[in-house]
Nanobody
Framework: QVQLVESGGGLVQAGGSLRLSCAAS????????MGWFRQAPGKEREFVAA????????IYADSVKGRFTISRDNAKNTVYLQMNSLKPEDTAVYYC?????????????????WGRGTQVTVSS
C-alpha cells in the first residue's frame, strides 16, 4: 500500500499558477490510478482530476478543464497537478488519492488511500 504526501500549496493571486506534487512511498506506485480532490470550507470534497496507471488517460472536472493539468512521473513515484488561471473559487485543501483501478475515475469511494492535503488560497 502506498502512502501519499502532498506539497506545493500556498497563497496566489487570481490569474496565477501553482503546481502541486504528491509523492508516493513504496514500490507499487504503477499499480494505482491517481486522483486529485479538493474541499473548500463548508463544502463536500469534490473531484478535480485523475490519471490512469500509465498516465496515458486523464479526466477532469468541468470546473477546471482547460486550466488544470494532471500528470505523473512513475520513475519518481510522483503525481502533479499544474494549476493555471487560478480563481478565488479554486481556494480549498487539495488532496491526492490512489486507487487500484486501471482507468481514472471520479468516484470518491473508489479511492482507498489519501494524503493529508495541502492548502491552496487564491486571492482576488
Amino acid at each position: 500500500q502506498v502512502q501519499l504526501v502532498e506539497s506545493g500549496g500556498g497563497l496566489v493571486q487570481a490569474g496565477g499558477s501553482l503546481r502541486l506534487s504528491c509523492a508516493a512511498s513504496g514500490r507499487t506506485f504503477t499499480m494505482y490510478a491517481m486522483g486529485w480532490f479538493r474541499q473548500a470550507p463548508g463544502k463536500e470534497r469534490e473531484f478535480v482530476a485523475a490519471t490512469s496507471r500509465s498516465g496515458g488517460s486523464t479526466i477532469y472536472a468541468d470546473s477546471v478543464k482547460g486550466r488544470f493539468t494532471i500528470s505523473r512521473d512513475n520513475a519518481k513515484n510522483t503525481v502533479y497537478l499544474q494549476m493555471n488561471s487560478l480563481k478565488p473559487e479554486d481556494t480549498a485543501v487539495y488532496y491526492c488519492a490512489a486507487n487500484r483501478a486501471i482507468v481514472p475515475t471520479r468516484a470518491y469511494e473508489s479511492y482507498g488511500t489519501w494524503g493529508r492535503g495541502t492548502q491552496v488560497t487564491v486571492s482576488s
